[in-house]
């Protein structure tokens, strides 16, 4: 398998000093290839999980394996793409892309991986371009070429669009399938919108909350692009819904009675 999650369990301390479960027996198989989304309501553990994945957050317990090694710590094979671009405001889109790969290739071989990723997230014509002159969705789409451009094995997107209004939002759908098409590249990607993953997916996992858990895997076996696949992913949408409500009612009442005791 190329990616493993095997029985991930997570606790924090919680306000009051006490060991508190964010995520417990997570099992997850990846394959290569395979476009993986992660949905669930707020609380779930799901931006803790990609962390635990990339190596940025430690798990309490369990075992991580990617392409058949064990993963401790951040590792160039995952590329992670974050809600917020994070471009450096002072180096041109070029030279962002190019950042990550300045002690690994020469000026000439890192700016021709720059130009080639950057003509495939359709922003060739501004390379010179400072961030502060592109729009949100184009600076997140230098975001996704940066990560693409360190040709990570896996590519790791928490909430990548989740600021963007729907029509940047419903591009930048168009945008990365056709990457994924092209690169093959494994994703992994947590996002709240059922929306966005039944349009992305190959798979969807559902989470459960308090404490984080998988619910439900649903597999999508729908030909892209799926905009002629409307009406059959209803019944998709209407499952997922039915899925998420109980655990949704759960964080309400949670913060009713947080709100109570304050």
Not at 5 to 22: A, H, L, S
Not at 69 to 92: D, H, I, S, Y
Not at 206 to 213: A, E, F, H, I, S
């Amino acid at each position: 398998m190329f990616l493993s999650i095997n029985n991930v369990n997570k606790q924090f301390k919680n306000r009051d000093n006490k060991e508190e479960t964010v995520l417990t027996n997570i099992d997850l198989q990846v394959k290569e290839g395979e476009f993986v989304s992660i949905l669930g309501p707020s609380g779930c553990g799901k931006s803790t999980l990609l962390s635990i994945v990339a190596g940025l957050t430690p798990q309490t317990s369990g075992e991580l394996v990617l392409q058949g090694k064990t993963l401790k710590g951040p590792g160039k094979e995952r590329g992670m793409v974050f809600q917020q671009a994070a471009l450096f405001p002072w180096l041109t889109v070029e030279e962002n892309v190019m950042f990550p790969l300045r002690k690994e290739l020469s000026k000439k071989e890192a700016q021709e991986r720059a130009s080639k990723y950057l003509s495939l997230v359709q922003l060739s014509p501004y390379a010179k371009h400072s961030p502060h002159e592109l729009s949100g969705g184009m600076q997140q789409r230098v975001s996704i070429a940066r990560a693409l451009a360190m040709d990570p094995a896996l590519l790791l997107m928490d909430e990548p669009f989740g600021a963007l209004d729907e029509q940047t939002r419903s591009r930048l759908h168009e945008v990365l399938e056709d990457v994924f098409l092209e690169t093959k590249k494994t994703i992994l990607f947590v996002t709240h919108s059922i929306h966005e993953a039944l349009k992305l997916s190959d798979r969807i996992v559902v989470m459960g909350t308090q404490p984080g858990r998988i619910v439900d895997i649903i597999e999508l076996n729908f030909p892209r692009p799926r905009e002629k696949a409307g009406e059959e992913l209803l019944g998709y949408e209407e499952r997922i819904k039915a899925l998420l409500k109980t655990e949704i009612d759960k964080v309400i009442e949670k913060e009713q009675q947080y709100a109570t005791r304050r």
